[in-house]
């Protein structure tokens, strides 16, 4: 069983929706410390003036506090905000309008007051939109009562869900014990992103952009995009190690 930890994120790149799409359990992971600068609760698009933040405004919130627990700013008109930003980044893309109005479902949600509850609904409606729910399982962490943090934290979540297999981003070559996951019989793979090349409006392709422009560009055909796999956890690591 394939298992995979992460933050809700707002309109995520493509790599994560590749990431879920390799998984049979996706757990979110929202009780954790909300990070400024994080993609919880921005995500970049490209426009004709250079690359752009989509950005929903937060209240005022203090240190440590849980991602689960930040609201959203109402002394702003973000959600005009996003739609005239698309409609300036997708102007001209012939699936335009599938990416407007998957934003526009969303913000009808009735409740994006919590930005850990938008950035969740926001990445269901890609994965909707390209049929990759199928019969994956989604589990808010919470509901596990599984405490402590870092590499022990997840191992521990992988194990309870009886887990074979932990699929993980690049930035958790820092932390994890990867000896532990062995040592138990649970394998660790890490993205082996391929940011495959699509049409894309306003020069040189990028794959650090919403899914929102894939849609835009090529509509329920990007699932052809959504495609990398993954690599065992010592070739990364060996791979990175020659490349410093």
Not at 32 to 51: A, D, E, H, I, Y
Not at 67 to 91: C, P, V
Not at 116 to 125: N, P, V
Not at 132 to 154: A, M
């Amino acid at each position: 069983m394939n298992i995979v930890i992460t933050q809700s994120m707002f309109f995520p790149w493509v790599g994560l929706l590749e990431q879920i799409r390799l998984a049979d359990v996706i757990v979110h992971y929202d009780d954790v410390q909300f990070s400024k600068g994080s993609f919880v609760n921005r995500v970049q698009l490209k426009t004709s003036r250079g690359m752009r933040w989509m950005t929903v405004p937060l209240k005022k919130f203090s240190l440590g506090t849980e991602i689960k627990n930040i609201e959203t700013s109402r002394h702003h008109d973000w959600q005009k905000a996003h739609l005239d930003l698309m409609g300036e980044s997708f102007s001209g893309s012939p699936f335009s309008q599938d990416a407007i109005e998957l934003v526009q479902s969303c913000y009808q949600d009735g409740n994006i007051s919590n930005i850990g509850h938008l950035a969740r609904i926001s990445m269901y409606g890609l994965l909707d939109y390209f049929n990759l729910i199928g019969n994956k399982e989604f589990i808010d962490v919470t509901d596990l009562n599984i405490s402590g943090s870092s590499s022990l934290r997840v191992f521990d979540i992988v194990k309870m869900l009886g887990g074979t297999t932990y699929i993980t981003g690049h930035g958790a070559a820092s932390y994890l014990n990867h000896s532990l996951f062995e040592e138990n019989g649970i394998n660790v793979e890490y993205m082996n992103y391929q940011c495959k090349h699509y049409p894309q409006n306003h020069g040189d392709f990028t794959p650090y952009v919403s899914s929102l422009d894939l849609i835009a560009n090529m509509g329920a055909n990007g699932i052809d995009v959504i495609c990398s796999g993954t690599k065992n956890w010592k070739d990364f690591i060996d791979e990175r190690n020659r490349e410093i």
